[in-house]
């Protein structure tokens, strides 16, 4: 079984049948290693869920730099310890490979993504999950060939 992240604050994801937007915010007050403690905590929720999870496929973290960055290499980090921790695989895709594969073009805006994943008869909130729903997709033409 497949897992699919994108991973940012407001994180999309999508598996076999279900799929979703998952947001680490940080309450006013709280230290900001909070949002790290709840990605893991969901993790193990998936876990629980998707008892047959072998792969775990992401989006690759941007690096722009300050705030953001440090946000996407730590979810990734929680990502990685997690998968280690369980002997599940993970796969980053980076997101001109993803968008170039699902689109066409590696430049993709989130309109077009968005317009793709329900072209393959999704019903995605926002880009976050779309990119999920195409992600997942990728990895199971991945682990076909």
Excluded at 64 to 86: D, S, W
């Amino acid at each position: 079984m497949i897992l699919a992240l994108d991973l940012a604050t407001k994180t999309g994801w999508c598996t076999d049948g279900a799929s979703g937007v998952q947001t680490f915010d940080v309450k006013r007050g709280e230290s900001p290693g909070m949002r790290f403690l709840r990605c893991r905590a969901w993790l193990s929720e998936m876990k629980n869920l998707l008892p047959g999870l072998e792969v775990i496929y992401y989006e690759q973290a941007h690096h722009r730099g300050g705030y953001a960055t440090e946000v996407g290499v730590g979810l990734v980090t929680e990502v990685k310890a997690f998968a280690a921790q369980h002997d599940i695989e993970v796969s980053p895709i980076h997101t001109a490979t993803l968008k170039k594969w699902a689109t066409g073009n590696g430049r993709a805006s989130k309109d077009d993504m968005i317009a793709e994943a329900e072209k393959r008869g999704y019903k995605p909130t926002d880009d976050n999950e779309a990119d999920a729903m195409l992600l997942y997709e990728f990895g199971k033409v991945q682990l076909e060939d």
